[in-house]
């Protein structure tokens, strides 16, 4: 997989570890949203949920969200492109320059990081 670089605009910087780990909260998005179903079903199916499988479903539930949030704002000409880079690696579609991906990438993360309360949306 390629070297994850986060442009070095001043006013928008994020702290490496905390890029990476939003990143990585991304990345890890369909076993969160799989874990999330298979939780819910099973509270769903007369199982007396524990506090902690309630917790589970909150924060997993919060996560899920954050991210698919975050995407609604991604212009949808770019979400495929841009989630499967993320995801995978694969290199950015060719019907658009390299910095409109990294503006788009760059704004998805922030969004993220926004919505898991990470970071503070005054400080754009």
């Known amino acids: 997989m390629a070297k994850i670089y986060q442009p070095q605009e001043s006013e928008k910087w994020i702290p490496h570890n905390l890029y990476m780990a939003i990143i990585y909260h991304i990345r890890d998005y369909n076993r969160q949203k799989e874990e999330l179903e298979n939780c819910r079903s099973s509270v ?51 019907y658009a320059a390299h910095a409109t991906w990294r503006r788009h990438k760059l704004a998805l993360v922030r969004l993220v990081g926004e919505n898991l309360g990470y970071l503070d949306p005054n400080e754009r």
Request: net charge neutral.
């Open 44 to 94: 769903g199916r007369g199982h007396n949920p524990t506090e902690k499988k309630g917790l589970k479903v909150i924060k997993m539930g919060q996560m899920v969200s954050a991210i698919d949030c975050a995407m609604e704002c991604i212009p949808p000409e770019y979400r495929a492109g841009l989630w499967e880079h993320i995801v995978s690696g694969a290199p950015y579609p060719d």
